[in-house]
């Protein structure tokens, strides 16, 4: 019971949906349902009467209810609240309300007279306790669970966040799977091959840069073009089609050309041509 309560309790914008929707509550509650034989309390007065009464006393009540929450904003800022605490706030809520009904009971209807003080406060403390507790508890659970909503979305957003961040990194390995080095895919222009070695071609604080490493164009292409926009165009070489600004057929093949500086025309080869520009229709909408 010394387990710190949770921070939608006292938070400002769940206090005012408490207070709003407490009220609510009981005014229909009570004018509805007329529980509790509160209404054979006083069978002389009118239904609007009543109303009025009962209107008057909810307002109040839930001034009570204000102020306890407010006093309960400033504590937090400087201690906790246990469960146990938090129940003996609600019981003082509810007693203060109570009371105040009793006095109004007692003194303002002049039926009220001729009733024993004790017995209106006991009733009354039982009923506002039946009809405060339904309320609050219907809250605590909604609370409870836009909290964990909220934060399974907070959760849910940090892993789509982290996996496209890893997307974004193309981590490249050697032939034995030794990370050799990881490029930032909006970064990286090319791959080609010679022989048992590659060399990616990417951009350096906007500076062409190269790096050799001993693996084949092959695994390349298994390994990082799937679901991105690399793709292989050649037996050669692998491009981002994100860097190409130029697709063009002439008499000597079909070329692309990068979207930087001092970098060679990409042959795109007959073999690889329908999965070139299948993949570069799709990445180019």
Same mark, same amino acid.
């Given at each position: 019971m010394n387990t710190k309560i949770p921070s939608y309790l006292y938070d400002k914008a769940n206090i005012n949906r408490l207070i709003l929707f407490t009220a609510l509550f009981a005014l229909l509650f009570?004018?509805? =349902?007329?529980?509790?034989?509160?209404?054979? %309390?006083y069978p002389y007065i009118s239904d609007f009467k009543y109303f009025f009464f009962s209107s008057l006393i909810i307002l109040v009540g839930m001034l009570v209810v204000v102020v306890s929450r407010l006093a309960m904003l400033v504590y937090v800022k400087k201690h906790s609240i246990s469960y146990s605490q938090?129940?003996? %706030? +609600?019981?003082?809520?509810?007693?203060?309300?109570?009371? =105040?009904? @009793?006095?109004?009971?007692?003194?303002?209807?002049?039926?009220?007279?001729?009733?024993?003080?004790?017995?209106?406060?006991?009733?009354?403390? &039982?009923?506002?306790?039946? +009809? !405060?507790?339904?309320?609050?508890?219907?809250? %605590? !659970? $909604?609370?409870? %669970?836009? #909290?964990?909503?909220n934060l399974l979305q907070k959760i849910t957003s940090a892993d789509q966040g982290s996996e496209a961040q890893r997307k974004n990194l193309i981590a490249f390995p050697d032939e034995k799977g030794v990370l050799k080095i990881t490029i930032i895919l909006e970064n990286l222009l090319y791959? #080609?091959?010679? #022989?048992? $070695?590659?060399t990616i071609h990417y951009l350096n604080?906007?500076? !062409? @840069?190269?790096?050799?490493?001993?693996?084949? !164009?092959?695994w390349m292409d298994e390994n990082l073009t799937k679901d991105s926009q690399l793709v292989r165009c050649h037996r050669s070489y692998i491009v981002n089609l994100d860097k190409v600004k130029v697709l063009r057929k002439n008499k000597g093949g079909i070329f692309m050309e990068l979207d930087a &500086?001092?970098?060679? #025309?990409?042959?795109?080869?007959?073999?690889?041509?329908?999965? &070139?520009?299948?993949?570069?229709?799709h990445y180019s909408v």
């Open positions: 009570i004018n509805i =349902f007329q529980p509790f034989g509160s209404r054979e %309390w938090y129940a003996f %706030w +609600v019981l003082a809520e509810i007693l203060a309300m109570s009371l =105040f009904f @009793s006095l109004f009971t007692k003194y303002i209807p002049k039926e009220g007279l001729n009733r024993d003080f004790m017995e209106i406060f006991h009733k009354s403390t &039982v009923n506002t306790s039946l +009809v !405060l507790l339904l309320p609050y508890s219907i809250l %605590w !659970l $909604y609370f409870s %669970w836009r #909290d964990k909503n791959i #080609d091959s010679a #022989d048992n $070695y590659v604080k906007s500076k !062409l @840069s190269h790096f050799l490493i001993r693996n084949s !164009l092959k &500086v001092n970098t060679p #025309d990409i042959p795109v080869s007959n073999s690889y041509y329908e999965q &070139v520009m299948i993949k570069f229709s």
